[in-house]
């Protein structure tokens, strides 16, 4: 087994320096031997060895330059060998052949060692990306970030120019965009690749692996005025094989034109392999993640059901604190948490008694009981191993910004986010929600009670993209409300937004909610 050092070329000046020194200090020697011995010796088989460390150290250059100083010094002036004649020992001279066969010999020995050097890198070097590729699959579940590293490490891999990965859309027959590396979004944006109108993802899906030698003028690639003008040329597309189907289809475009290799198609192939393995993890992920919010769905419209008060509740916030996710720019991982979190953050009322579940908004003692149910939703989510992420959720979404919430009495920024983000969602959910008043509130009053209660019971900035978000679905006629109320005079959202950042609605004027009325 060759020693993989060998196979790395050397990154500095002061490591190339290290890597000469033995390979200068053995020509030496052996030269010492050939010249004791003639070249006629077993000696002169030596020169092998410097050759072919320099090949696999300083690739092609680094073999020719040492197979050129062995010959030179093996040459001419160097004996064949010693004949021994009476008293006297004579040096033979070399022939010329002799010397031209030696140093051709060199040179060959020395261009194999680079190239089998290059290839044993090459190969090492795929062998780690598929191992990266492969650690990614196994250790993630977020389908795209997956895919990405996929386009990216076959890219890097192949050498290639860019790298594409489409997904079948089964009731469409579209290949969707899934992830790409080195194209343009313009070229990605191009337009929809049907199997229907693309004659070489037809044959691709039907388990073919296509060469286009040149996407612009190849009759069957779909859009050559795109590839034209991305410069596209050489690609090679293959299937994303799953067990018992075809999932998609991915492609690897080269810097110029050119016929892909076996190898290089192989190569390809594990990507695709690991692509699929990922799609595939992904919706039996989907699929059990589906199966577990369903259940825990289930579960909350069951305990909500002993409280009229809040029967949808969770549901409802669920659905708006997503929204509000997305408009503050929050992770597809942190909504999924969210989700989880806002269906279940009601969980601990199923240890109230109703008529304690009734004192939520009275002085009565068994207030206090009601404040209790989400340290009583800790207590029956923590054993759960994957409820602990969003356990925070459930916990702190009656904290406020001020200090003066519960159960813990936490204060601003050493509130959980997705708790605070919840909190101020939950509050305007109950305002428009109320069943305990025989007037419900409009969504305006209740935007203008959360706005309100910004740098005192809310995070402000928090509270600002609130407003923004249910503007904008105001604006639009998108706002689901639980009453039909007309606004006799709108809302200057804006200029509360501002107010709210600079939290000077902790106190509202009077006048201007009288004369609105």
Known sequence: MIDRELCVKPKSKRQAALRIVPIVLTLGIISFLVAVGGTDSIAVHFYYIPIIYAGFVFGDIGAIVTALAAALVCGPWMPAAYVIEGAETRAVAQSA???????????????????????????????????????????????????????????????????????????SGELEPAASAGLSEQYWTKGPVTVTESALDRRVMDGEIVQTRDAQTDPEWQYP?????????????????????ILGVIRIYAHRKRVFSEDEIDLLRAFAHNAAVAIENAELYEESRRGYFETVRALTIAIEARDSATYSHSERVTDLA????????????????????????????????????????????????????????????????????????????????????????????GIP????????????????????????????????????????????????AFATMMRRKMEEGTLPAAVDVQVQKPLDIEAIIEEALNGALADAEPAEESEEQ
């Not at 909504?335 to 009275?362: N, P, S, V, Y």
């Not at 305002?431 to 019971?457: F, Q």
């Open 97 to 171: 052949w002799d010397i031209a066969l030696r140093t051709a010999i060199f040179y060959v020995m020395g261009i194999f060692a680079s190239r089998v050097s290059a290839t044993i890198e090459r190969r090492a070097n795929e062998m780690q990306t598929l191992y990266e590729v492969a650690r990614t699959v196994s250790s993630s579940l977020r389908l795209r970030e997956v895919l990405d590293t996929i386009a990216r490490q076959a890219v890097s891999a192949l050498d290639a120019r860019a790298c594409s990965i489409r997904l079948l859309d089964a009731d």
């Open 225 to 245: 005025d795109a590839a034209r003008s991305e410069g596209l040329t050489s690609v090679l597309t293959l299937p994303l094989q799953a067990r018992d189907s």
């Open 322 to 413: 997503d929204a509000l996710a997305v408009e503050l720019g929050r992770s597809e991982q942190e909504r999924e948490l969210l989700r989880f979190g806002c269906i279940l953050h009601d969980i601990g009322k199923i240890g109230i008694e109703e008529r304690m579940l009734d004192a939520r908004e009275t002085s009565e003692a068994e207030h206090v009981f009601y404040r209790m149910h989400p340290l009583i939703g800790r207590s029956i989510l923590r054993p759960v191993s994957f409820a602990q992420e969003f356990l925070p959720i459930v916990v702190h979404h009656h904290e406020r910004w001020d200090g003066r919430g519960f159960p813990e009495a936490l204060e601003g920024e």
């Open 417 to 464: 986010y997705l708790a605070r983000l919840v909190a101020v969602v939950d509050s305007y959910e109950r305002a428009v929600n109320p069943t305990e008043s025989p007037m419900p509130i409009s969504p305006e009053e209740a935007l203008r009670s959360i706005l309100r209660g910004a740098g005192t019971a809310y995070d402000p900035e928090i509270v600002a």
